[in-house]
């Protein structure tokens, strides 16, 4: 059950980067930061200037977290690394998440 999760982690993760990474080269809003309501921002290029790097960090931390988490189920366990690994990625999430918050009321 816990590698199902270690791997939806790690594939946010992968997937985060790869987004804001098509993001930033394409100059054009991806569903997954924007959710349905892409079509209303208003400064799209500001919008992806702003949370490109942000999303990095986060896709960064969440594919860390997943690979840490895989290790310790699968290959031997490292108790006092995934403590701190959980506080770091709740805390990024909260931190990327009041980002997405920010930017929404800033560029839409």
Do not use: E
């Not at 790869?18 to 997954?32: A, N």
């Not at 999303?55 to 840490?68: D, P, R």
């Amino acid at each position: 059950m816990l590698l199902l999760f270690d791997v939806i982690i790690l594939m946010y993760g992968l997937y985060t980067i790869y987004s804001s990474i098509m993001m930033k080269r394409t100059g054009k809003l991806s569903g997954w930061f924007t959710g349905a309501g892409g079509a209303m921002v208003r400064d799209a290029r500001g919008y992806i200037g702003y949370i490109y790097g942000r999303a990095l960090v986060m896709g960064a931390v969440a594919a860390l977290f997943g690979v840490a988490a895989l290790v310790n189920d699968c290959i031997m366990p490292i108790h006092k690394v995934m403590q701190a690994l959980i506080l770091l990625f709740l805390t990024v999430c909260v931190w990327f998440y009041a980002t997405i918050s920010r930017a929404k009321r800033r560029f839409w």
